[in-house]
């Protein structure tokens, strides 16, 4: 059974969400319950990806949906981003569209 923890830390206009584990079918719609009801008003959305261990398309999907409304009202940036997490997003072609912060 795959498990994620998600962390939110909200600072005025910024949003915070640490991933821990797993993003995956199972996963990805309680981080996407959590996405869609915390946006509203924030300016820029970070995904601290630190203990992230795997993502899978569902997981991507999340992300590009979080990367869309957030380019209506501000930016998304992901923190701390793993190789393995890293190459996904290479081999996906999400690398372009996502703003990485070493």
Do not use: W
């Not at 821990?20 to 601290?48: A, C, M, Q, W, Y």
């Not at 992230?52 to 701390?80: F, P």
């Amino acid at each position: 059974m795959s498990n994620l923890n998600i962390k939110k830390e909200k600072n005025d206009a910024e949003l915070l969400i640490s991933l821990e584990g797993r993003l995956d079918t199972n996963t990805s719609p309680s981080l996407e319950e959590v996405v869609d009801s915390s946006l509203d008003g924030i300016e820029k959305l970070i995904f601290d990806m630190e203990k992230l261990e795997y993502i899978s398309s569902a997981g991507l999907r999340v992300l590009l949906s979080a990367l869309q409304t957030m380019e209506d009202q501000g930016e998304m940036v992901l923190r701390n981003v793993g190789q393995e997490i890293m190459d996904v997003f290479e081999i996906t072609g999400f690398i372009d569209d996502l703003t990485i912060e070493e």
